[in-house]
């Protein structure tokens, strides 16, 4: 699989956009095209969820760069969602290649930001960190950055392994595989009606 040329674009996380710095065209992002295909509903979304998820993912960030060594002396009311993570990165011993790294794809003009990209029992692919429940929607969210990371990855999308880590309070994970092909050609769909 040969790469395609880089499209050079900037992202605001603020705004959540990947604009395209040659026409200021924004691309669409993984979550609006979840949503626009009728996979995600945030109705359902808590301010307390938006608060939890986002802190979640700042300590666990913090963790995997090495910026917050001190796991047992952070103060954060999301603590244990971080020991969660601690402790399923000791487990599964990832070697983690990306954090939280936007990209966007040349052929398909869309935009994504994966929590990792992991090396994982000898397979490469998008790892995704979760602080509620699973959803239906997961798999095809990384179906969607496996899309996206098989650029970089030089195989095709279907190739690759994707994952999502669950974490509780209570300092408890599960990961889930998702190993169903079919989820990349209901992404390879979305893209192909959305994108």
Request: with cysteine.
């Amino acid at each position: 699989m040969r790469a395609a040329e880089p499209l050079p674009f900037r992202f605001s996380a603020v705004d959540h956009e990947y604009v395209a710095l040659d026409t200021g065209e924004v691309y669409p992002h993984i979550t609006g095209l979840l949503q626009k295909a009728g996979l995600v509903d945030d109705r359902w979304y808590t301010p307390e969820s938006r608060t939890r998820g986002t802190a979640v993912h700042r300590l666990t960030t913090d963790y995997d760069l090495g910026a917050l060594e001190d796991v047992d002396g952070c103060t954060s009311r999301y603590k244990g969602w971080l020991h969660a993570h601690v402790a399923c990165m000791n487990a599964l011993r990832p070697v983690v290649l990306q954090v939280e790294q936007p990209i966007v794809h040349p052929h398909y003009r869309f935009g994504g930001r994966p929590d990792r990209i992991v090396r994982l029992f000898g397979v490469r692919g998008p790892f995704e960190i979760k602080s509620g429940g699973p959803e239906k929607a997961h798999a095809i969210q990384t179906a969607l950055q496996a899309i996206l990371d098989s650029m970089d990855a030089g195989i095709p999308a279907d190739v690759l392994g994707r994952w999502a880590a669950y974490y509780q309070e209570n300092g408890k994970y599960r990961v889930e595989a998702f190993t169903d092909r079919r989820d990349i050609d209901t992404a390879l769909k979305i893209l192909k009606e959305y994108a």
